[in-house]
């Protein structure tokens, strides 16, 4: 039964209830209104409804408790029309004593609501989110910016990956508010700006979990084992090398782990293509076909080759808008959300475009590449 006594539930805590005086009917609208939906119901007596039921949906009452504490106010069948109405159209849900205390980690419960709303159940998404595990490549720029929004967001790990040292430039990137220390590993950095913000609970228990990572990222055997645990991989191309990049690529479509890449550079950022499916197109098939429509693709190859060969990042060669770092890492966070909750996402063979001085975003379709030493070499072992 949909409705019964033993249910314990919650008002979802950022719908705003209002309800209006009666009309020349003499009935009433209550108003619920969040962010995305605004809903309003006639009736008689609403505001009772508002002042007696309201405020006993906290989760600390079943709803047997509920129908004793009002009592004669509201019949049953009322109270019972009231519940059904709010749960039907997702304005309340399931308090559960035994998933992971929300109220010691309250800057969850704005998105926790929200999923609720896009139609998850609590325990849903709080399991998708804290059971997930990513790992991130590159934690300067944009992989700093998305490894700190994926926080914020409940990821339950995130291994920081990234053997190289702190800059003045980094610091300057996060408008000097990021790192203590100039000359320490990125990922020390990074695991420490994530415990700051995600220890912001009663417990002072942070909710991601970290693992820093900060071996030279130059052989398979190395980069498999980073990658053999977790659900997805993201990697910001403008804080590692061109040779890491492809390497992943490579490594990813082989052990069949979703790759998300991004970067931002001058004044353009790209989020895209995801590689998982072998049908698709992967992170080579897109830099070749970009080569291709440079305009100099021979100088633009040549380029290309030279970072390949260094095998480490270029920073000095990426000249950017603080900006773009940060609008790229956001958009990256966002997408590894929705993968990771089934959303719809945009960068299922497309890529995403970013430019500031148009402040533009264009989704582009992304097509395979035939011979893609890559991906074509992955069909043949299918």
């Known amino acids: 039964m949909k409705l019964n006594d033993d249910r314990r539930l919650r008002l979802l ?3 705003i209830v209002h309800v209006m005086p009666p009309d020349c009917n003499d009935e009433e609208t209550m108003v619920f209104n969040t962010t995305r939906r605004t809903i309003a119901v006639k009736g008689q007596a609403l505001h009772d ?29 009322s109270l019972n029309q009231c519940l059904e109405f709010l749960m039907d159209n997702r304005l ?34 709080q399991k998708y989110l804290t059971n997930a595990r990513i790992a991130v ?17 409940g990821i339950g790990f995130l291994r920081l990956c990234d053997d190289a040292c702190t800059v ?11 790192f203590n220390k100039i000359g320490a590993f990125r990922g020390v950095e990074a695991a420490r700006q994530i415990e700051a913000i995600t220890s912001l609970s009663s417990a002072n228990v942070g909710v991601t979990r970290t693992e820093i990572v900060t071996d030279p990222l130059t052989n398979d055997e190395t980069v498999n084992a980073l990658l053999d645990d977790v659900d997805l991989v993201v990697v910001a191309t403008d804080a590692v090398s061109v ?82 770092q940060m609008l790229v890492g956001s ?7 929705k993968i990771l909750l089934g959303l719809p996402i945009a960068t299922d063979g497309k890529l995403l475009h970013l430019d500031l001085i148009g402040t533009k975003l264009t989704h582009n379709v992304v097509l395979k590449k035939p011979g893609c030493p890559h991906c074509s070499r992955q069909e043949k072992t299918q």
Request: with cysteine; proline share 5%; hydrophobic share 45%.
């Open 13 to 15: 805590e950022h719908v």
């Open 49 to 77: 409804v508002e002042r007696i039921v309201l405020p006993l949906l906290d989760g600390s009452r079943t709803v047997g408790e509920i129908r004793a504490a009002i009592g004669e106010k509201l019949t049953d069948s």
């Open 92 to 125: 309340v849900e399931d308090f559960l004593e035994d998933t992971v205390d929300l109220d010691s980690r309250a800057y969850l419960l704005p998105q926790i609501g929200l999923y609720h709303e896009l139609g998850f159940e609590q325990k849903d998404a």
């Open 137 to 153: 490549f590159g934690l300067a720029g944009s992989g700093l910016v998305a490894a700190i929004n994926l926080a914020s967001a």
């Open 168 to 178: 003045m430039s980094d610091s300057l990137m996060m408008s000097g508010s990021v």
């Open 243 to 324: 040779n890491l990049a492809y390497r992943l690529n490579r490594l990813c479509l082989k052990m069949q782990r979703p790759l998300l890449p991004s970067g931002a550079a001058g004044v353009e950022g790209t989020v895209g293509p995801l590689v998982f499916s072998p049908d698709g197109p992967c992170y080579l098939c897109y830099r070749m076909r970009a080569m291709a429509c440079a305009k100099l693709p021979e100088a633009e190859l040549a380029i290309e080759q030279l970072l390949n060969r260094e095998r480490r990042s270029q920073p000095r060669l990426r000249e950017n808008l603080p900006i773009g």
């Open 331 to 337: 958009y990256l966070a966002l997408e590894a959300v």
